[in-house]
Structure formats: structure tokens, C-alpha cells
């Protein structure tokens, strides 16, 4: 079945980094795009960048731009967001999403906390 495992996460400090992963399983990673969303609390899940299959085209969400970098290992069926300049309102969980043929798939989200 499908899998998506978030890590990474955890608590940061104003102007810090993190880089998060996902591993995917149970359907050929190297062929679908990637995704990465976010969800603070009262807030709506908001997607923050995407990557193609082939790692080739990227976008991100407007209040990433600049701080933020998707990237994937086909090889090792993971896909990363490295994060910089962190702000307290990127505080969220992040979940990694992939759109199948079969369906939409999500992992459990991993906790991102930016505060001092």
C-alpha cells in the first residue's frame, strides 16, 4: 500500500533551519510529483512547493519563495524541503501529498515549531 513518512521536524529558533523528509513507498516514486503543504492551527492547509517527477521544475508558495528548496532522491524514493530563514509563522505541520491515478495520498505530518 501506499506510504508516506514525514521526518525532520521539531523545534527551531527565529532565523534557523530544518530540512524534513519524506519517504515514499508502494507506488514508483520516480514518476509522480511531489508535493509539500502546511497547516498551522485555525489555518487551511496551504500548499508550500512542488516537484516534478524528475526533479526538473519546481514551484513554491509565495511566502516560501526564497527560503525554502524541494528537492528528491529517486533512488532512495525521498523528497526534502530544506528550510531557511525560519519565521514563527511558518510554525505547522507539514505533511508531503502525492496525487496517484488511484487516489490522493498524505502522510501523518511532521510538527515545525519556530519560536525563541
Known amino acids: 500500500q501506499v506510504q508516506l513518512v514525514e521526518s525532520g521536524g521539531g523545534l527551531v529558533q527565529p532565523g534557523g533551519s530544518l530540512r524534513l523528509s519524506c519517504a515514499a513507498s508502494?507506488?514508483?516514486?520516480?514518476?509522480?510529483?511531489m508535493s509539500w503543504y502546511r497547516q498551522a492551527p485555525g489555518k487551511e492547509r496551504e500548499l508550500v512547493a512542488t516537484?516534478?517527477?524528475?526533479?526538473?521544475?519546481?514551484t513554491y508558495g509565495d511566502s516560501v519563495k526564497g527560503r525554502f528548496t524541494i528537492s528528491r532522491d529517486n533512488a532512495k524514493n525521498t523528497v526534502y524541503l530544506q528550510m531557511s530563514s525560519l519565521k514563527p509563522e511558518d510554525t505547522a505541520v507539514y505533511y508531503c501529498?502525492?496525487?496517484?491515478?488511484?487516489?490522493?495520498?498524505w502522510g501523518q505530518g511532521t510538527q515545525v515549531t519556530v519560536s525563541s
Open positions: 501529498k502525492v496525487n496517484l491515478f488511484r487516489g490522493t495520498y
Open positions: 508502494g507506488f514508483t516514486f520516480s514518476t509522480y510529483a
Open positions: 516537484i516534478a517527477s524528475t526533479g526538473s521544475f519546481t
